[in-house]
């Protein structure tokens, strides 16, 4: 390949193990305990720049909400105005 070649790479396929962010998902942790003992809820907001991770957590936090026993639901923004796409979200 010549140097002023570029490669485009478009697929991106899910990681086979999850790394870093331990504070988030230490957070994260905190949060669904407290959710079930105080019966107290939560909203947590997950932003950032392009491609710095937030699916990958995203998917790391689903896979921990489920495995403790939570029932998760992936919401669009568009949803939050609609009533009709909340319902079908949830």
């Not at 570029?6 to 504070?23: I, Q």
């Not at 998902?25 to 669904?32: G, K, R, V, Y």
Request: proline share 2%; aromatic share 6%; net charge positive.
């Amino acid at each position: 390949m010549r140097p002023d070649q570029k490669v485009v790479v478009n697929y991106r396929r899910k990681a086979d193990y999850f790394h870093g962010r331990k504070e988030e998902i230490d957070f994260f942790q905190t949060i669904l305990s407290q959710s079930k003992e105080k019966k107290k809820s939560h909203t947590l907001l997950i932003q950032g720049a392009p491609g710095v991770g937030k699916s990958a957590l995203l998917e790391e936090l689903k896979k921990r909400g489920r495995n403790a026993g939570w029932r998760v639901a992936k919401l669009e923004l568009e949803a939050l105005s609609n009533i009709d796409e909340l319902k079908n979200a949830l």
